[in-house]
DNA sequence: CCTGCGGCCTCCCGTAACGTGAGAGTCAAG
DNA sequence: CTTGACTCTCACGTTACGGGAGGCCGCAGG
């Protein structure tokens, strides 16, 4: 009658009958009643925990710390979603730190420029101990790796891979030649190389959406690693080529 | 010379020893050369597969399958990225699912209202049955349970929750005034009464950022069983709240 | 009244992904 | 040539359950 069965709450919470016997073992959450025979019966407060104790195991507590947590009696509902509320946000800054690491990983392999292990682990060593700076220093300094063509996965054959690069090639080169005649970077005929690019992308590496595409625009400017590549062949080339992705992107929507 | 120690990988990638151990014990990642010694050497592309273990592990795969994908020869690098990009989105959409829902206890909590355990747990189940339907009809239908000022956790008196109800009242009132007078949601005395709502909140339940206050806003209106608290007030005046509480975060940038 | 049959119970063993030493060899530095 | 930091290979411990086995409950149907 009064309060749920096990598998009632199972079903709704989206875990096993298992997982709530297990819970009830460790006395992380007993249900408040049982029926003659036995029946775990959970009630509307062992509702609220339960939702809880999914939270914060979403988030990648142990239940041990959860049981400690929950059962403070210091701490009362509200402060828990608020903690909740920031834990969550944190989660999420940290996975966008992720699909910046991935886009840029995708673009390293476009360019066939590789990455030291400091750069290529940023985002998962937390601690940064700066004495690592020297050797990336060594391995990046006066040499031109940047522009080595070194790729190191995939399956396109030689000829392809001439044939990318040629395309890219000639797309810089076309930004170029629009920089230098002063044509806006905004105007019809630079954005049209910006699709170009977009399209190339798309062609032979990734799905590259306009969102991506203007992610990657700021890249080229912000990271060192990809200014420098297009810095390389005139001064402003990178900003130019960053805005007519900009434009070309906006022009789209 | 050439390579990394099990040490120095485990350092910038932010794992321990033994995992790298357990990773060459189950074949998911052995160290393509070994010293005389014994000692592990990891070589670039070494770290090019940790990499990819660690973002597929990131996002809560077995290794087992980490294991499959990575030795699949019908996937190169690009498509991993391309995958991992569009896992990750999902999963931040996800997170922020659980942002709502936990903005959504809050607000549940504050006004007093139960919520039923399908909709606190529509975010953890993934599969909607629809068969509760009914019995949430039966729960929510025409009582008045809405209103029913039920709140079941905090530390507060009940003197304590008489005056946070009284002044919530008074502020919806106050909002009902202006809206029946014909002042613009925009206007100086309106977004007054949404700052003063958004001081109630942070005094009484949690930190209400503008940011967050407007998120409420939007529930207010969009979901039904808040929107019924305030159209039962009046017709309008949600939106009208919602509006003003815009205004107000606004104004305040 | 019996008989399924689905849900629930309590053991209890298995598994994944490491943690945590134990005991011993390795290596650059002093 | 010793010493301390690093590494090796067993090997057992732990967390958070999964997946039965064997045995009650409770209600629909013959």
Redesign the interface.
């Known amino acids: 009658m009064a309060g749920?069965s096990v598998g009632?709450?199972a079903?709704?919470?989206?875990?096993t009958v298992r997982t709530l016997h297990h819970y009830d073992e460790i006395g992380l959450l007993s249900p408040s009643e049982r029926t003659a025979a036995g029946y775990r019966r959970y009630a509307?407060?062992d509702?609220?925990r339960l939702?809880q104790v999914?939270?914060y195991r979403?988030l990648g507590f142990p239940l041990e710390e959860i049981t400690a947590i929950l059962d403070d009696p210091g701490v009362?509902?509200?402060?828990h979603?608020?903690r909740?509320?920031e834990l969550?946000?944190r989660?999420?800054a940290r996975?966008?730190a992720?699909?910046v690491s991935?886009?840029t990983?995708?673009e390293a392999?476009?360019m066939g420029v590789?990455l030291t292990?400091?750069e290529?682990?940023e985002v998962?060593?937390?601690f940064r101990?700066e004495d690592?700076a020297e050797e990336a220093e060594s391995r990046w300094g006066g040499t031109s790796a940047w522009v080595e063509s070194r790729r190191?996965?995939?399956?396109y054959s030689k000829a392809d891979w001439e044939a990318i690069k040629a395309e890219a090639g000639g797309l810089v080169e076309a930004w170029h030649a629009l920089f230098v005649r002063g044509a806006p970077a905004g105007s019809a005929e630079v954005t049209a190389v910006a699709e170009r690019h977009r399209e190339h992308i798309g062609r032979w590496?990734?799905?590259c959406t306009y969102e991506i595409h203007v992610g990657l625009g700021e890249m080229y400017v912000a990271d060192e690693r990809f200014a420098r590549n297009y810095e390389g062949v005139a001064e402003g080339l990178a900003a130019y080529i960053r805005d007519s992705i900009a434009a070309n992107a906006a022009a789209a929507r």
């Open positions: 749920y009632q709450v079903a709704f919470a989206g875990v509307e407060p509702l609220d939702q999914l939270f979403e009362d509902a509200a402060t979603l608020r909740q509320h969550l946000r989660r999420i996975l966008e992720l699909v991935v886009e990983a995708m392999a476009r590789s292990p400091e290529r682990y998962f060593g937390e101990p690592h190191r996965t995939s399956s590496f990734y799905e």
